[in-house]
């Protein structure tokens, strides 16, 4: 079945350090790939998403790459800032609407 | 107020109380989400509606019924609950089911329910 496996956590990083977070992915078909963002106190909320292989989606510093060949989807930063600490979900979407999570990974990055 | 609102943010019961979850999207979506987060563990799925018609139950026990008077508007009513049972309920939505375009599936979270079930 489809599934996501991200790296566990926490991470810990100090500011202006950089920022990988591992995503390996099981699907079947041609899934849309996801990173949502929860910051403490509040629901998830969508980071960057990648759609077909070797897309790379970006938002607010973060990248991810959408590898077919390697079945990744690794979340990068090259600087991360102490209100980047939040708890990050790799996710994919295959065919109908059932969007699969990772277990999500834990930042703290300290002053 | 914009966005999707989950009330009430905490909540307490005992096993034997009956009370209810609320969720409310001003956002125009079509499709309405009930998820389960855990400590340490995926995100699950409990319940899809599709303009007001549930599409999906993931094999919730029948303690959790859900209800969706409206496209707008989610219930979780909850009975005879198990401690087990506590944790974050997030309700989403997202334009539409499926992705008939770019974006359509990109799910809007509220902030959840913190339920603990003594």
């Known amino acids: 079945g489809n599934s996501v496996t991200q790296m566990e956590g926490p991470v810990t990083l100090s500011e202006e350090a950089f920022l990988t977070i591992n995503c390996t992915y099981t699907?079947?078909?041609?899934?849309?790939l996801f990173w949502y963002v929860q910051y403490p106190g509040e629901g998830l909320q969508l980071l960057l998403k990648a759609t077909k292989a070797d897309d790379k989606g970006s938002n607010k510093g973060f990248e991810a790459t959408y590898r077919k060949e390697t079945t990744s989807f690794h979340l990068e930063k090259g600087s991360v800032q102490v209100s980047d600490s939040a708890v990050y979900f790799c996710?994919?979407?295959?065919?109908?609407?059932?969007?699969?999570f990772g277990a999500g990974t834990r930042l703290f990055v300290k002053a | 107020e914009t966005g999707v609102t989950q009330t009430p943010r905490h909540l307490v019961m005992g096993m034997t109380n009956k009370k209810s979850l609320k969720c409310e999207q001003h956002?125009?979506?079509?499709?309405m989400y009930w998820y389960k987060q855990s400590a340490k563990k995926p995100l699950e799925l409990m319940f899809v509606y599709s303009l007001e018609e549930r599409v999906e139950n993931n094999s919730v026990p029948s303690r959790f019924s859900p209800e969706c008077p409206n496209s707008s508007h989610l219930f979780l009513h909850l009975h005879t609950l198990q401690p087990e049972d506590s944790a974050l309920y997030l309700c989403?939505?997202?334009?539409?089911?499926?992705?008939?375009?770019?974006?359509?599936?990109?799910?809007?979270f509220g902030a959840g329910s913190r339920l603990t079930v003594l």
């Open positions: 956002l125009g979506h079509n499709a």
């Open positions: 996710a994919l979407l295959t065919g109908g609407f059932k969007t699969i």
């Open positions: 989403a939505s997202s334009q539409e089911l499926g992705g008939a375009f770019p974006g359509a599936n990109v799910l809007t």
């Open positions: 699907a079947t078909g041609y899934p849309s």
